[in-house]
């Protein structure tokens, strides 16, 4: 009903602009228009006497301003107006929104920002226009730098008196100076983006204003005094004649999606505008030949003269239509502003949730029909064999559904174990198939290891969703199930052939798959135990270690030229000298995760939030404590015993001479074969601080594996920069982190819309829709600094992006700093250069990552979102991870860059001197 009504009033809309086609002005209750026709332009500091006053014609655009002076490294000048009566004006308050736009005409540099409510208030029967602008709001401002690659997101407080934007006696100020000031106020680690507008060029600006409530709709133009104003023309949704009319063409920055309209355009969907052109001081060439907005949008209405003249000879109306004195008055109909915010309206879900219950109910019939006994030593009939292959092949799907919507709060514990008896019965069905010596055939291979995971992630829901409120049953339950689950995966790993036979093959990506349902069923049996893990458990892990990393390590041998088995110390010294294969075999390790924080460490983290300086929010609080949670390896969790202590093993490793040389080449960490370290480990948050007579160091514990005597004892140095101890059968895996990890979640969570630490150590802000900021720490002494950190403020980078210093620091109160370095954000970069037979190396305290035969690459810190042409390009270019690279010189410095093209968005490579 309501799009009906919506539809009539457009229709209506339309005659009635078709009546007054051709005529150039029109007849408003009030209008406002800018005083002298003018937009006065002005400098700002030390160029303070400067001042030109540009003419506005009617059809919006400004005469030209040449010469604009620079302020501090600043070149778009203030800019002002005045509003005045030029009709009847109603006494009362209207409001409006404002933007403006300002972009390099020869780069993609550009600033677009918006006041969203500026009011006049018009008093003496309309003579008196004083204006204001509430309190509580913030100008949202979208910057992009000259080659497009990075795109920033900012709301900046805008006080009444000093803000960007300022309204007094109807004349509105846009202060370039304010504006800067206060970007660097809350943004600093932005400025360097944006104060980029500077001597040589030449731009385009674009004031906007349109009425969003309060009285009659009033109108913006060309006015001179006489009782009508010629209107401005106005950008608007749709302009079919004119796209260059239409809002998202004058706003682009940030689209919701690719393709869509700019951030800043769904609020100007019928707005006045006008244009014009100003030079920086020292600039050279010409200005660009503007193209004027225009009412004249769709044939025939709008204000302007149709395209073509009207056929003489169409056939009359119909006098059956209604005569448009009985159509409804349009300011009877609801107003646009008046429907519901379409934002308010819930998502519509991506894709329909799984419905577990009606899964449950299916997996029984099914379960209900097969008589084949697992135990039996006989395998099940071709028929047993396609129902327990059918059942396979949905339950990972029905599973992990059921572990998301058990975090979600959709799912209950109790429904969750009755489809976890069910998944193992299942489980237990197909594994037996994959046994030697049954005399059947299998099932595939692959639907077995996605019911794996399946279980995995369920049996890891049910273990860490409220653990404390398990009963001993349950938890008796989880550790039967998962325990028997890693005898399966065991049992699978040993009767695997390479070479063909009876038993099953167990290729790479299966192995990969299957340690990670491995971690996710030793997860859960730490999890309801408390940290407790047994002997038998640990000999059990050690096994399928041994299987998986046996094998891993026998194929990148091969593929390095060695034959032959290798003894251990052998071994040892072939990963000591590559460090990528390293890398590799290690990944293959079983995984043993540390319980996550309980109930009581989040309590304490929650409360040590309020001494890190910085208010939170109810929800902000929240995202930090989850990040905390879900990311950070506390292996105080663990419950230490003779033959299993993680912090026993991690101090052992700094206490021996570093196993590979490519340690040395790091900053930091490597200087404690000098004297015995000692190691400690915050008992809220899991970081760590490795200190001796020579230094001290903060780092998080990324993960924890169980490894065999092929791994090479003390720390080295992966490819990506991660550091690995290992000792006493255990590879314990390093990042450097802050100083304050709360300090710094709760910082940068204020900052940005939430943080997330990734499993290589590094870490991502969300600072709006898809951009994204992506960084690490450096491996900083913090050694010279007393107490504790405490609150923690930023420096901006200096300097050029692809230096090595070019970083960020984190400033503790107490006087110690870090780096914070760009990191590439695809987690499969590294597997892609490793399977094109690269070597490369990665400095933590640098960002830069050295590709023998190829250069040394600096990332960007920004990943901005794709455009339409960088969309196609993706499709056309990616590889078999789902990323592209693009060689570009983006900095302009003569070296070959290359842009990272992902789902996620673009991120640079600079070539590095």
């Known amino acids: 009903m309501m799009k009906n009504r919506r539809s009539y009033k457009r229709i209506s809309r339309v005659a009635m602009a078709g009546l007054l086609t051709g005529l150039g002005v029109y007849a408003h209750a009030g209008d406002l228009s800018l005083q002298n026709n003018q937009v006065t332009i002005t400098g700002a500091g030390a160029s303070a006497g400067f001042s030109q006053a540009a003419a506005i014609y009617s059809n919006g655009t400004v005469d030209n301003v040449v010469d604009v002076p620079v302020v501090d490294d600043f070149g778009i000048p203030n800019f002002s107006f005045t509003l005045l009566k030029t009709e009847d004006l109603t006494d009362g308050e209207y409001n409006f929104r404002v933007a403006v736009t300002f972009q390099d005409n020869d780069s993609d540099r550009r600033l677009e920002a918006m006041i969203p409510n500026l009011i006049l208030d018009v008093t003496d029967n309309g003579d008196t226009i004083n204006g204001s602008i509430p309190g509580g709001q913030d100008m949202r401002l979208l910057g992009r730098d000259d080659s497009g690659t990075a795109v920033v997101l900012a709301d900046i407080t805008n006080t009444a008196d000093n803000g960007p934007v300022t309204v007094s006696d109807g004349t509105v100020t846009i202060n370039s100076a304010n504006l800067m000031q206060a970007i660097g106020n809350k943004h600093p680690a932005f400025t360097s983006i944006l104060n980029r507008f500077t001597v040589g060029a030449h731009y385009t600006y674009r004031i906007v204003v349109q009425q969003h409530s309060g009285g009659q709709p009033e109108a913006i133009g060309f006015g001179t005094g006489h009782p009508t104003t010629t209107l401005f023309p106005k950008v608007r949704t749709t302009c079919t004649l004119s796209p260059t009319s239409e809002s998202d063409a004058v706003f682009i920055l940030n689209p919701a999606t690719v393709g869509a309209s700019g951030e800043l355009a769904q609020y100007f969907t019928e707005a006045y505008a006008v244009q014009g052109q100003f030079s920086v001081d020292g600039s050279t060439g010409a200005f660009d030949s503007l193209t004027a907005f225009t009412d004249t949008c769709e044939g025939g209405g709008g204000g302007g003269e149709p395209e073509e003249p009207v056929p003489e000879d169409l056939p009359p109306i119909p006098e059956s ?157 989880i550790n039967t199930i998962a325990d028997k689950a890693l005898d399966n995966l065991l049992s699978i790993f040993v009767s695997a052939n390479p070479s063909g036979g009876t038993g099953t093959v167990v290729s790479e990506e299966h192995a990969e798959k299957m340690m990670e349902s491995a971690a996710n069923f030793i997860g859960s049996i730490l999890q309801v135990s408390g940290g407790v893990f047994s002997v038998e458990n640990q000999q059990l892990v050690q096994d399928i270690t041994v299987q998986s990393t046996q094998k891993a390590a026998q194929d990148q041998f091969i593929a390095l030229g060695i034959s032959g088995s290798l003894t251990n110390e052998e071994s040892q010294q072939v990963l000591q000298q590559n460090p990528e294969v390293f890398d590799q075999v290690l990944s293959q390790a079983m995984e043993i995760p540390a319980p996550q924080n309980n109930a009581q460490q989040q309590q304490q983290v929650t409360q040590q939030l309020v001494d890190t300086g910085v208010e939170l929010s109810q929800d902000e609080t929240v995202q930090v404590v989850s990040s905390i949670k879900n990311s950070v390896v506390n292996i105080n969790n663990f419950v230490p015993s003779s033959t299993f202590n993680p912090l026993f093993s991690l101090t052992s490793a700094f206490g021996l001479l570093f196993g590979s040389s490519t340690a040395a080449t790091q900053e930091g960490l490597q200087s404690f074969n000098a004297t015995a370290p000692s190691v400690s480990v915050d008992p809220v948050t899991g970081a760590v601080r490795i200190a001796n007579d020579t230094g001290s160091y ?215 001197p």
């Open 321 to 477: 239509l209604p005569n448009p004195e009985d159509l409804p008055d349009p300011e009877d109909l609801p107003d646009p502003e008046d429907f519901p915010d379409p934002e308010g309206f819930p998502p519509i879900p991506e894709e329909i949730p799984v419905d577990v219950d009606a899964g449950l109910d299916e997996l029984d019939d099914l379960l209900g029909g097969i008589t084949f006994d697992p135990n039996s030593g006989v395998g099940p009939s071709d028929e047993q064999l396609e129902q327990i292959q059918n059942i396979l092949e949905d339950l990972g799907g029905l599973t992990g559904s059921a572990a998301d919507q058990l975090e979600s709060g959709d799912l209950s514990v109790e429904e969750g174990f009755t489809l976890l008896f069910s998944a193992n019965n299942a489980f237990d069905l197909g594994s037996a198939t994959l046994q030697p010596g049954t005399g059947t055939e299998t099932v595939d291979i692959s639907n077995f290891i996605d019911s794996t995971e399946g279980m995995g992630s369920l049996l890891d829901s049910l273990s860490s969703s409220a653990p404390e409120d398990l009963t001993d049953a349950q938890k008796d339950q």
């Open 698 to 912: 903060a780092a998080s514990v990324v993960s924890v594996k169980a490894v065999t005597a092929l791994f090479p004892q003390g720390v080295s140095v992966m490819p990506d920069g991660r550091v690995v101890a290992v000792s006493n059968g255990l590879a314990i895996e390093l990042s450097g982190t802050s100083a304050n990890v709360l300090g710094f979640a709760a910082a940068v969570t204020k900052a940005s819309q939430g943080v997330s630490f990734n499993s290589n150590g590094s870490f991502t802000l969300s600072l709006s829709g898809n951009e994204k900021f992506t960084g690490t720490f450096g491996y900083d002494n913090l050694a010279g600094s007393t107490g504790a950190c405490g609150a923690i403020t930023f420096e901006q980078p200096s300097g050029p992006l692809n230096a090595p210093g070019y970083s960020f620091v984190a400033k503790c109160a107490n006087g110690a700093t870090q780096r914070i370095v760009p990191f590439i954000n695809i987690t499969t970069f590294f597997d892609v250069i490793n399977k094109a037979k690269l070597k490369i190396a990665t400095d933590r305290n640098t960002g830069v990552m050295n590709i023998a035969t190829v250069g040394s690459f600096k990332p960007g810190f920004f990943i901005t979102p794709l455009r339409n042409a960088d969309v196609t390009y993706l499709n056309a270019n990616k590889n078999l991870d789902g990323f592209a690279f693009r060689a570009k010189d983006i900095n302009g410095d003569g070296r070959m860059d290359y842009e990272v093209l992902s789902t996620v968005g673009i991120q640079a490579l600079y070539a590095t």
